[in-house]
T-cell receptor
Framework: AQTVTQSQPEMSVQEAETVTLSCTYDTSESDYYLFWYKQPPSRQMILVIR??????QNATENRFSVNFQKAAKSFSLKISDSQLGDAAMYFC???????????FGQGTTLQVKP | GAVVSQHPSWVICKSGTSVKIECRSL??????MFWYRQFPKQSLMLMAT?????????EQGVEKDKFLINHASLTLSTLTVTSAHPEDSSFYICSANHRAEAFFGQGTRLTVV
């Protein structure tokens, strides 16, 4: 079975600074996706960034980038130039290409200080 | 992007009654949909995979008779919480995949009193 672990329940960053959220996963599958989702107080799930496991190049979306270490099964999210609107709960998720299921980590609550 | 609509957004029901939650893919067809449950400040836990035209696949520990899932069309899946009790109070979220990306409904906050 696949597992996803986020070891940082809470993180804090100063506005305009950079923060990295950690995520590790475990799987025996060879074909999968990894995601970071943002969940603001509205609880609507928002896709931040996606990484295909077969791609070696780290995904980037504007201020958001990942450090994907496949051998170490690590998938961290870096948020640059943090903004007040980035404050939310962030979930790392594993997506099986075979079943389409998503398995979520425990989540990290990010606080952005002005 | 694709849109998944979930209804109702919130519902309060009396203990012992049943409540139905709908999940619709508005602009794409979804042969598979997923139902999650989320307690406050916790993660999303996959409850079941809803399969169009066939039985749902439940995750270990999820009561099939408590959480009835029907996926009668390519755009609609329903979750019925039967004989609801206060411990069933939670936030329920559905999702559907489209082009290798998951699209989530707005979620349903269920309160059983």
């Amino acid at each position: 079975a696949q597992t996803v672990t986020q070891s940082q329940p809470e993180m804090s960053v100063q506005e305009a600074e950079t923060v990295t959220l950690s995520c590790t996963y475990d799987t025996s599958e060879s074909d999968y996706y990894l995601f970071w989702y943002k969940q603001p107080p509205s609880r609507q799930m928002i896709l931040v960034i996606r990484q295909e496991a077969y791609k070696q190049q780290n995904a980037t979306e504007n201020r958001f980038s990942v450090n994907f270490q496949k051998a170490a099964k690590s998938f961290s999210l870096k948020i640059s130039d943090s903004q007040l609107g980035d404050a939310a709960m962030y979930f790392c998720a594993y997506g099986s290409s075979n079943t389409g299921k998503l398995i979520f980590g425990q989540g990290t609550t990010l606080q952005v200080k002005p | 992007g694709a849109v998944v609509s979930q209804h109702p957004s919130w519902v309060i029901c009396k203990s012992g009654t049943s409540v139905k939650i709908e999940c619709r893919s508005l602009d794409f067809q979804a042969t598979t949909m997923f139902w999650y449950r989320q307690f406050p400040k916790q993660s999303l836990m996959l409850m079941a995979t809803s399969n169009e035209g066939s039985k749902a696949t439940y995750e270990q520990g999820v009561e099939k008779d408590k959480f009835l899932i029907n996926h009668a069309s390519l755009t609609l899946s329903t979750l019925t919480v039967t004989s609801a009790h206060p411990e069933d109070s939670s936030f329920y979220i559905c999702s559907a995949n489209h082009r290798a990306e998951a699209f989530f409904g707005q979620g349903t906050r269920l309160t059983v009193v």
